[in-house]
């Protein structure tokens, strides 16, 4: 497992923008899958994008708007937000798969997106 830590959530009007970082540790980062997850109140955490070895995957209420990128020197991936809605409000979280490309082992603990309409 590796420790994550998230940060860029904020407060934005629809149609904002924001972009979210997750620093991650670990020695061999470039080699693991990254994802981003979101969880609205009241509602089950879904997903929003993959970065792996196969490419990058988004769901398709965000393909479009929102971009995934990595840099792996800086041990960190970035999730850019663009044309947000009120809708996409949610606790948004980065996940690592160190072991299995697509089993995820490792959370943050999230950082908050509202935006308001």
């Known amino acids: 497992q590796v420790q994550l830590v998230e940060s860029g959530g904020g407060l934005v009007q629809a149609g904002g923008s924001l972009r979210l970082s997750c620093a991650a540790s670990g020695r061999t980062f470039s080699s693991y899958t990254m994802g981003w997850f979101r969880q609205a109140p009241g509602k089950e955490r879904e997903f929003v994008a993959r970065m792996s070895r196969y490419g990058t995957y988004y769901a398709d209420s965000v393909k479009g708007r929102f971009t995934a990128s990595r840099d792996n020197a800086k041990n960190t991936v970035y999730l850019q937000m663009n044309s947000l809605k009120p809708e996409d409000t949610a606790v948004y979280y980065c996940?690592?798969?160190?072991?299995?490309?697509?089993?995820?082992?490792?959370w943050g603990r999230g950082t908050q997106v509202t935006v308001s309409s």
């Open positions: 996940a690592a798969a160190t072991i299995s490309w697509n089993s995820y082992d490792s």
